[in-house]
């Protein structure tokens, strides 16, 4: 049930929360209803367009939400955060605060998903000890494939033989890098689009955690050892069937930059 309500004191019978809806189900009789409310995506664009706040969904009451509109990062703000970030490939030995965490996640979950599914599963590790035993435990089934000629073949074979011979010569793990933390997004096979929503949820936590000083790594590394060995993918409790999107690190950098890479031009094919 979607609790649909408007409240006909308050609606000037605008028609925009209809023209707004993406499920077009919205119909004006005189107050808008929605009579087949199975189609509904529950993204709350009209709840969030009704200019007058009649419209209350899902439990959503207007009068109790946030009215002013926030201060937004200017573009130059935006353009200076993209442009400053680097991958961190070296972290302080120490935990981020647990509330900090929980932020990061809360809103970076508002990214946006297909057809509104939000079905993204952020698993987390929360502190550097959990890390340092999965660092061991990844050397360990590393180690084991390398001594009995089952890496795969390839690329991947190539990047797991080194990663396993730095972690021999040097007991350096270029996989975890040492970071506190480590995000995995996943989304069930099922979802409309799982690959995607968990691409663009890792995306938008990484420029959030970049504004707060913080350091991440896109961890492919991870992933091909995530891809020969299924039960770290289980020890890390993420559902079997769930696609996992990626992972990467994240955590307070031990690096500083001093100055942007200059990447541009982009490569444009324009039209028009
Ligand atoms: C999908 C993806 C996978 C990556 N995997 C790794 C990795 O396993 N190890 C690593 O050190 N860097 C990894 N990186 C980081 C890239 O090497 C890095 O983004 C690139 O060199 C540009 O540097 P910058 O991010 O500092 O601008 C990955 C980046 C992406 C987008």
Redesign the pocket.
């Known amino acids: 049930m979607l609790q649909f309500h408007v409240d006909e004191t308050l609606c000037v019978r605008c028609g925009d929360c209809a023209a707004d809806c993406p499920a077009g189900i919205i119909v004006l009789n005189d107050l808008p209803e929605i009579p087949d409310e199975e189609r509904c995506y529950r993204c709350l664009h009209c709840y969030a367009v009704c200019p007058t706040g009649a419209l209350s969904i899902l439990g959503n009451d207007p009068a109790q939400a946030e009215t002013e509109v926030p201060e937004l990062p200017s573009p130059a703000q935006m353009g200076n955060l993209i442009r400053w970030?680097?991958?961190v490939?070296s972290y302080q030995d120490e935990n981020l605060p647990p509330e900090l965490i929980d932020e990061l996640l809360d809103t970076a979950c508002h990214a946006p998903t297909g057809v509104n599914a939000r079905d993204v599963l952020f698993t987390v590790v929360r502190s550097k000890e959990f890390m340092a035993s999965f660092s061991r435990e990844i050397m360990a089934r590393l180690s084991e494939l390398e001594e009995s000629g089952k890496l795969p073949g390839g690329l991947a074979g190539q990047y797991l033989a080194f990663v396993v011979s730095a972690w021999r010569t040097q007991e350096r793990d270029?996989?975890l890098?040492g970071a506190p933390h480590l995000l995995v997004t996943s989304a069930p096979k099922g979802a409309p689009c799982p690959v995607q929503d968990t691409h663009v949820a890792l995306a938008t936590f990484e420029l959030l955690a970049s504004s707060h000083g913080l350091g991440t790594?896109?961890?492919?590394?991870?992933?091909m050892a995530l891809s020969v060995c299924p039960d770290l993918v289980e020890r890390l409790g993420i559902p079997a069937d769930h696609t996992i999107g990626?992972a990467m690190l994240f955590g307070k950098p031990a690096v500083q930059y001093h100055r942007p890479?200059r990447r541009g031009p982009a490569k444009v094919n324009m039209l028009g």
């Open positions: 970030r680097r991958s490939r270029v996989i890098r790594l896109w961890d492919g590394l991870l992933m990626y890479a």
